[in-house]
């Protein structure tokens, strides 16, 4: 056997090991594990507060609907942005900020770290953390990847970037055709505790049309019954989590 080949043969023997060691923290989009063993990715914080968060925005149509929404009860959240939206509407992603909500990014496509290699798994956060920074005049210190994904060469990236990723402990299912603001909240309500992150959506840009109108008709009772419990509901920079 020929140098070369023996070269080729070690690496296609090292494949699955490899793809093994990238996919691996992909074990975290188990909520249940996440949720026991990975406290600070699931957003576990104070117990007294529910960091309320929203992905995939902004929306010209729906996200100022939310910001209403949110002004009227005097909530503020945290906002993942996704960097190709947020190009289209700067104007949008200032006015979030304006109203004192938090901004992290979302990547900048909505596509899964895990088929992405190290190199355009960095340069898509890369791409997003600059744009957002740009228009905020300060970089984002968060990151939710798309699905919740993330494998080893998005840690060794978030890391280099000076990002904190921060995933979820309930969500809404307010992303489907099926969804309702009664299925939203009940399916937030079977999860909601003390010190969780909610993720919910602002936009339905990944989503199913017009889902994100279930999602508004339930942040209400969302935040209703959160009062009802005690819980404070704010961004993540007041959940605990960075300091």
């Not at 490899?18 to 117990?47: D, E, K, Y």
């Not at 995939?56 to 009860?73: C, I, K, N, V, Y």
Request: overall charge positive; proline content about 8%; aromatic content about 4%.
């Amino acid at each position: 056997m020929t140098a070369a080949r023996a070269l080729r043969t070690a690496a296609l023997a090292a494949l699955p090991a490899l793809a093994a060691a990238h996919a691996a923290p992909v074990i975290s989009t188990f909520g249940p594990l996440r949720n026991r063993s990975m406290p600070r990715l699931a957003g576990q914080g104070r117990s007294d507060h529910l960091a309320l968060t929203f992905d995939d925005g902004p929306a010209p149509l729906s996200t100022p609907l939310f910001l209403a929404l949110l002004a009227e009860r005097r909530v503020r959240a945290t906002f993942f942005l996704l960097g190709g939206e947020a190009e289209r509407s700067p104007g949008l992603v200032r006015e979030i900020a304006a109203a004192g909500h938090e901004i992290g990014i979302h990547g900048w496509r909505h596509l899964p770290l895990l088929v992405r290699g190290p190199r355009a798994t960095r340069d898509d956060l890369a791409r997003a953390r600059d744009l957002v920074g740009d228009l905020l005049g300060r970089p984002p210190q968060l990151i939710r990847p798309p699905y919740g994904v993330m494998t080893t060469a998005a840690h060794v990236a978030v890391r280099r970037l000076g990002l904190t990723p921060v995933l979820w402990t309930c969500w809404g299912e307010d992303w489907t055709a099926r969804a309702t603001p009664g299925s939203v909240h009940r399916t937030v309500m079977a999860d909601l505790r003390g010190g969780g992150t909610l993720l919910l959506h602002d936009s339905d840009c990944t989503s199913a049309p017009g889902s994100w109108r279930a999602t508004l008709g339930a942040l209400p009772r969302i935040l209703d019954a959160c009062g009802e419990r005690g819980l404070g509901v704010g961004p993540l920079r007041d959940h605990g989590l960075l300091g």
